[in-house]
Every structure is written in C-alpha cells, then in structure tokens.
C-alpha cells in the first residue's frame, strides 16, 4: 500500500486527476466512480482539464461502484444522476459510457449478477476510485461484509444513514435502507485503487485501514490485499497514522518516473 499524503483536497485531487489523464492517453481506460464528498475535487479537476484540453474523454469508460435501491433514476441524491451531473456532463461522455447496478430492477439479485458480468465482460476496472466511511466502509460494505463479496444488495449501518442524511434535507428517514454495492472482492478486482481521504472525521478510518490488521470490521483493510492501492490523505486524515513519517520520506524519495 503507497500512502501519499498531501497538503489539501486539491493537491490529493491533482494527484489523482494525473493518474487518469495518463491512462486515458492510452486511449481506452474503464474508470470506477464513486459517489460522496470525497471524489468531488478529483471530478472538478477533470471538468477543467477536459474543458482546456488537457483530459482526452474520448475512451473513457466507467462503472459505478454502488446505488441506492428504490429511489427513482432521476432523484438527485440518486448516485447514477450524481454522477450525470459531476461527470458525465462535464466530460461530455455519451449516455452509454458510464453504467451502473440498477436500484429499480424488479430482481435485484440478479441484476447485482448482471452488473458483476458487465465489469467483467468489459475487461476490468483500470483505476478504481474510492472514499472511506467513518465507519471504515467502501462502497456500501460496511462492517461485517465478507472481504470476498461480490455486488449485491447491502442494508446500510444506521450510521452511514446518519452520514448521508445530509443529501436528503437532513432527513434521515428519506435515505434509503438499501443499496446494491459492488463486493469487496468485486473491488479487489480492478487493477489499481486509490483511496482518498479528507479531514479529521476520516482519521480513524484511514488508521484502521491502513495501520490495522485486515478485518470485516473494517472492510477498507481489505485494500492490503491489493498489488497496487494508492491511499491518498490530505494532513487531517493522515493524523492517526503512525508511520507518517515513513510514507513522506517513501514519497519523497520516490523516482520521479514512478507515478502513483
Ligand atoms: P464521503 O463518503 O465521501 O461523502 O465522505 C465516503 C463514503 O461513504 O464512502
């Protein structure tokens, strides 16, 4: 596991922004996008490189990492019109471009099913993106998830609810109960994964995450498991980390053709 640690969200998020700019390059890339306050810097930064040139959109490709089940497609705090708005629009990618599990299938096993075969049949997941909860949670796998779940649908810790409340007026009782979610194993499967982090309310989780034995009880733990995860903290985050001072002096000695 790299941990960088940077002054702020933007620096985190330019970092970040690089790492896709470099693999769209390449020509065709398959992002995993996540939803929340985390990622929101990294999607500006996009927005601004794809309008003064600097991000080819033109072989991107995503899949997005989770979706509340019930809330009709076009709700606003619905992931899949989040990320229209954050994304899809101001990258200019095509309706087809960017999918994600279906909260409203009638079946919802077997549409978790269906989704987990689109990642597969589309190669793979290039770069993941992914925020924590303060629960320690990615995606929606909270604590108690199995580290080899695949996608499928997950009832939401009453903190998470609490947490996310915030995109539903304050009202905790508008949140729905139930999500489908990528699995942890899922995740596991794309071939780089960054975490990002922002503020003191994260500073625990990263820990945990990090620091910590790899537990369900803190299902980001399972990130040690991957060749290449990246976790990306601002100073906040970063302050319960007790090998700081090796992850700056690691990045800071790092050659300078080596990128994240
Ligand atoms: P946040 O949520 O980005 O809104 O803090 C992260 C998460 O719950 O995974």
């Known amino acids: 596991m790299e941990v960088v640690i940077v002054e702020d969200r933007c620096a985190g998020a330019d970092l970040v922004a690089d790492a896709i700019c470099r693999l769209a390059m390449k020509g065709s890339c398959v992002l995993g996008l996540a939803t929340g306050s985390t990622p929101e810097a990294v999607y500006d930064e996009l927005a601004r490189r794809a309008f003064t040139g600097r991000l080819d959109t033109s072989g991107i490709k995503a899949f997005l990492l989770d979706e509340y089940t019930g809330l009709p497609a076009d709700h606003e705090a619905s992931f899949t019109e989040v990320i229209r708005r954050q994304v899809v629009e101001r990258l200019g990618l095509g309706p087809e471009a960017v999918l994600g599990p279906n909260g409203l299938a009638s079946d919802l096993e077997s549409e978790a ?21 303060s629960d320690g949670h990615i995606g929606f796998n909270e604590p108690g998830s199995s580290l080899g779940s695949r996608t499928r649908i997950k009832t939401l810790n009453p903190a998470t609810v609490s947490d996310n409340s915030r995109f539903f007026e304050g009202v905790e ?23 990002m982090a922002w503020g003191k309310a994260k500073a625990h989780a990263v ?10 009880m803190v299902p980001a733990s399972a990130l040690q498991l991957h060749p290449h995860t990246t976790v990306v903290v601002d100073e906040a985050a970063a ?20 990128r994240i």
């Open 173 to 195: 009782s508008r949140v729905p109960k139930h999500v489908l979610t990528q699995g942890i194993g899922t995740i596991l499967e794309a071939r780089h994964l960054i975490l």
């Open 113 to 133: 099913k269906r989704y987990d075969a689109s990642i597969a049949a589309s190669g793979g997941v290039d770069l993941q993106l992914l925020g924590i909860g």
């Open 207 to 216: 820990a945990a995450c990090v620091e910590g034995p790899i537990t369900s």
């Open 239 to 258: 302050q319960h980390l007790r090998l700081s001072d090796l992850y700056r002096a690691t990045y800071a000695a790092k050659p300078s053709w080596q």
